[in-house]
């Protein structure tokens, strides 16, 4: 049976549906979860420590952030050993300790793979900055000056400054997109591709169940090298030489479209392998349908429709799954609300005394929508984003562009399991970030043995999830989106689930679309039927 076939299948057969359709996974940023050694970094051994805690919410998957061999210098998005572990997360045995774990405990394990850029510390990028005639020297993408020595073209990376390094041994530029560190991988180059392919074939060999593509649509530019359009005036305060630009040659080639169908080819031999894309940028909806259409390409893409909201909104809400289409050959989407590169989603949509209903409202929410729902480590209990001060900052893109950009360190601070212990026992040594006083008080420990906790109704609310068919991969229908209410109801061929959501601060109406019939499933704020206060939300079983 092929991909399609197989997720556009009647769903009273969820058994015939991938593991992946629907699923909750579980996003571990392993130098920020456990640490198990007391170097005040977490590492492998650690995420193994706490694999029973990820088990008991009740998740179908782990996905494991970079902890490849690396000079650190993105923290890990700078590989420099596809198939090394860097030694300050422990090592191969290591990892093969946490695949058995997990899967004993029926946990899939999703890693990420980075395919646009190296850390300029790999072994590929050492033998191609050498010669401009050796085997590997058109790996990296290169180019000779302008005729008054500036850079070939006019792109601009992500982290600030222009898109071009000067290296003195060629006599050439290269490319980098992000920062000067991670050179740009040339993947026109068919060898470059079969290298990388092996690589994701030495994790599949250990067990792996899955990849997240990070920056995916970096992974091909214009050889042409033709500059960049300027980008139009939208109001929006522009901190980074790459805001003022439209991103259309130095990224999003056609050709990656031929390079996913090989990695999803590679995947598919392994069987139930699911592959899921990062994009980004002005064009992602339209790259995240091309590179999940129909059965030779990506499972799913992992967009930013939520990541970046200043607003949660019943109107963003409909739109992201609009967007969405449940039609044949439509790719299958993947939520998330917060992630190690984005703030904490409580400190941009709430105020600090609304916290807590709002948490409450934002859990129920993202196990209602149709698609697979990722939590980012620290959701399940509320953490909000940790002021970092400039001396303890370690995110190069704040530390360039301080103080207008957000650090991305302050959603990636310890987690707290502990609320006596002084580190959150996140370690016996010094923190390399600090875990935040508030965020200490949210501690695991402490939600666990509370019934009413954000924790628990995680708990619960993933439970459904997975009970309810509907809600884990029926269709989506929003019958309202005004400025306040949501209601979605979630339908199979076993049922309907309604999700009626009040998204603001003040009473809300009941919907006259919802009825007053039905069984509740979960209800939160003192929502019921016929009733939704200030961010009341509630899960209906409907009756036919």
């Not at 960049?228 to 991103?247: C, E, I, S, V, Y």
């Not at 056609?254 to 590679?266: A, H, K």
């Not at 068919?469 to 229908?477: F, I, Q, V, W």
């Amino acid at each position: 049976m092929n991909r399609l076939s197989r997720i556009e299948a009647a769903d009273p057969h969820a058994a015939a549906l991938p593991w992946w359709r629907g699923a909750a996974i579980y996003q571990v940023y392993p130098r920020s979860f456990m640490d198990a050694n007391g170097d005040g970094i977490g590492d492998l051994p650690g995420v193994t420590a706490r694999l029973d805690y990820i088990a008991a919410l009740g998740v179908d998957a782990i996905w494991i952030s970079p902890f490849f061999t690396s000079p650190m210098k993105d923290f890990g998005y700078d590989v420099a050993d596809y198939c090394g572990v860097d030694p300050i997360f422990g090592t191969l045995a290591d990892f093969d300790a946490l695949i058995a774990r997990a899967h004993g405990l029926g946990l899939k394990v999703l890693i990420d793979q980075v395919y646009a850029h190296t850390s300029d510390e790999h072994a590929w990028f050492a033998s191609s900055r050498q010669s401009r005639h050796g085997d590997q020297a058109d790996w990296y993408v290169w180019a000779d000056p302008k005729s008054d020595g500036s850079p070939p073209s006019n792109w601009q990376s992500v982290f600030g400054g222009p898109a071009w390094t000067w290296d003195a041994r060629r006599g050439q530029y290269y490319l980098h997109n992000f920062l000067p560190e991670q050179p740009q991988l040339n993947c026109h180059v068919p060898a470059v591709q079969d290298a990388l392919l092996g690589a994701a074939r030495f994790w599949l060999e250990r067990g792996v169940d899955g990849f997240r593509l990070d920056a995916l649509n970096f992974a091909m530019h214009d050889p042409a090298l033709t500059d960049n359009p300027p980008a139009p005036d939208d109001g929006k305060l522009r901190t980074r030489p790459f805001d003022f630009q439209q991103h259309r040659y130095n990224q999003s080639h056609p050709d990656i479209v031929g390079f996913i169908e090989r990695i999803q080819s590679l995947c598919d031999s392994y069987g139930a392998v699911f592959t899921m894309a990062e994009v980004g940028g002005r064009q992602a909806l339209c790259e995240m349908h091309s590179f999940t259409a129909g059965d030779g390409r990506l499972n799913s893409a992992y967009g930013f429709d939520f990541l970046y909201a200043e607003a949660l909104t019943p109107a963003l809400v409909a739109a992201a799954l609009d967007n969405w289409p449940q039609t044949a050959g439509t790719g299958w989407p993947s939520w998330a609300f917060e992630n190690h590169d984005a703030p904490r989603a409580l400190s941009r949509w709430c105020a600090p005394d609304q916290l807590e209903p709002f948490a409450r409202m934002k859990a129920l929410l993202l196990c209602a929508l149709r698609g697979n729902v990722i939590l980012y480590q620290g959701e399940e209990l509320g953490l909000t984003q940790v002021a970092i001060p400039y001396e303890r900052l370690q995110d190069p893109e704040a530390i360039a562009n301080w103080p207008l950009t957000l650090s991305r360190d302050g959603a990636r601070t310890p987690m707290p399991w502990a609320a006596q212990d002084e580190h959150g026992a996140f370690t016996a040594g010094m923190p390399w970030l600090p875990l935040g006083e508030d965020n200490l008080a949210r501690a695991a420990d402490r939600q666990d043995s509370d019934p009413a906790s954000l924790l628990n109704l995680t708990r619960l609310l993933l439970k459904l999830r997975r009970d309810h068919p509907a809600l884990r991969h029926g269709s989506a229908e929003v019958l309202q989106a005004d400025h306040a209410v949501l209601a979605l109801r979630r339908k199979s061929d076993r049922g309907a689930v309604l999700a009626l959501l009040n998204l603001s601060e003040n009473a809300a109406a009941w919907p006259l679309c919802a009825g007053r019939n039905g069984t509740v499933l979960a209800a939160v704020n003192g929502a019921g039927i016929g009733t939704l206060p200030p961010y009341g939300a509630l899960l209906i079983e409907e009756k036919d």
